[in-house]
């Protein structure tokens, strides 16, 4: 027998819940009643969906994310083309490629937009829950808005989507924010920062002593716990901040004051990307271990110029999608939809025509319909079938026996509350009962 193949390292096949697995990645049906939820939830703020390539020209992330970034560093699948030579990497984050893709369309044209997005991306770190090589992301950006108020409600909006996936803001995932300020604050506080480090220099890691010469910001973001006094203690963007700037912080949190969603100004919180400047933020969870922040964004004022475009203000928010579903996992929020609404039990010898007629018709009605299609030896036994019907989750069973079916009728039998319950319905009326199958 030939040998069988694995997946590449990091990267996850999303199956369906009845598939037995070790590993703990989320199942199929939670993975698209988030996508249902994300979808309608983004309606009804106005984002618009759009899809850029998985593969851009190494150069878009290099001068996109920053030169001395992890990302870029070290966590990028990237190759030279063998056909032309050219430099391409597989997308580590998408706001990158979106606003490539904005620039050469020049999409902004007729005003601002707001999109959204969802893909994979792959950055070659070391796997463990909650981090592969290749995982998907949701990605929010409301383009060519100055806020502070697209801002919050870019924040409210996530907030909405928390609640209607069943988290509780404030128990499972909590609000942190932060200001960057603007270039002339972050050059200042970048000096502050330098003098601080050089004069405690023994006490940076390898990774640090390095970027205190190329991005000494992104010393504060270290995850090295040996270096988390020194880094608690070095100087503070905020004593760096002008009166725009907080004016702009102080905007977003009174509307997230007056919508009653609490918050943690956190002054570390630096982002691991370059493109940011005053507002930023990530939703964490104490419930995921090391990897407890589930969607991080912030605004990027400066990127459209950095790729070629026109100045144009924008923010957004990448959320990882696997590390979300672990926690709703984790948390055992039930799915809503997972489980059929009815489930056909067809009795020995009864003619397939019929039965297949009547569930189209349901189906035709909105009704989510299962069979066990056994092949031509027919469905099995009713106590088979019965079985399946259980372990479906379903709610109802509908019994094609042939006597009922011959006097155009199937029997209704409730398997859930009132379990046992059945009446006799008319296969020629389905649209006039279908409703009753259906969830409250
Ligand atoms: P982290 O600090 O955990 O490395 P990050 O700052 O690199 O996160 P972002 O670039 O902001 O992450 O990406 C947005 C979101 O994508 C994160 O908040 C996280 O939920 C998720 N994410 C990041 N890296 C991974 C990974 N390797 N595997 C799975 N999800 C990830
Ligand atoms: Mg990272």
């Given amino acids: 027998m030939a040998d069988i193949l694995k997946a590449v390292k990091g990267m996850n096949d999303i199956l369906p819940a009845s598939v037995p697995r070790k590993d703990k ?189 190329t991005n000494p910001l992104r010393i504060l973001d270290s995850k090295n716990p040996a270096m988390q006094a020194l880094v608690e203690a070095a100087p503070k963007l905020a004593e760096h901040l002008g009166a725009e700037s907080r004016a702009h912080l102080d905007a977003v949190c009174a509307v997230l004051d007056a919508a009653g969603l609490p918050y943690k100004i956190n002054p570390r919180l630096v982002r691991g990307l370059d493109y940011y400047n005053l507002t930023v933020f990530e939703w964490v969870t104490d419930q995921l271990g090391s990897q407890g922040t589930v969607c991080g964004g912030g605004r990027y004022d400066g990127l459209f ?70 092949g031509k030896d027919g469905p099995g036994s009713m106590k088979s079938q019965f079985k399946k019907a259980d372990a479906s989750g379903a709610r109802f069973a509908l019994v094609f026996g042939a006597s009922e079916l011959a006097a155009g009728q199937v029997v209704l039998k409730s398997l859930r509350d009132g379990a046992g319950a059945q009446t006799l319905r008319d296969l020629a009326t389905v649209p006039a009962w279908a409703a009753d199958l259906l969830p409250a």
């Fill in 25 to 213: 990645l989320p199942d199929s049906a939670l993975w698209r009643w988030f996508e249902r939820t994300v979808d309608s939830v983004l309606a009804r703020h106005g984002y618009h969906y759009l899809l850029t390539p998985v593969v851009e020209p190494t150069s878009l992330f290099v001068r996109g994310i920053g030169e001395a970034t992890d990302i870029v560093e070290k966590e990028m699948y990237s190759w030279t083309d063998a056909m032309n030579g050219d430099a391409l990497t597989l997308r580590p984050e998408i706001t990158a490629g979106i606003v490539r893709s904005m620039v050469e369309h020049n999409a902004l044209y007729n005003g601002p937009l707001r999109v959204w997005s969802i893909g994979p991306v792959f950055r070659h770190e070391r796997p463990q829950k909650g981090r592969y090589r290749q995982f998907f992301q949701l990605d929010v950006e409301a383009l060519g808005y100055a806020g502070p108020d697209v801002d919050a409600e870019l924040i409210l909006m996530v907030r909405r989507l928390w609640e209607e996936l069943g988290l509780v803001v404030g128990q499972h995932v909590r609000l942190e924010l932060n200001s960057l300020g603007q270039p002339v604050e972050r050059a200042a506080h970048r000096a502050a920062l330098v003098t601080y480090f050089e004069a405690h220099a023994e006490q940076l890691d390898e990774d640090s002593r390095r970027r205190l010469t």
């Fill in 305 to 374: 110029e950095q790729l070629g475009g026109k100045p144009t203000p924008a923010i957004g928010f990448g959320l990882g999608i696997e590390r979300l579903l672990l926690l709703l996992q984790e948390l055992a929020i039930p799915v809503p939809g997972a489980a059929p609404d009815a489930y056909a039990v067809i009795g020995e010898g009864v003619p397939l025509p019929p039965v297949l007629v009547a569930l189209d018709a349901l189906r035709a009605a909105g009704v989510s319909v299962q069979m066990n299609a056994a």
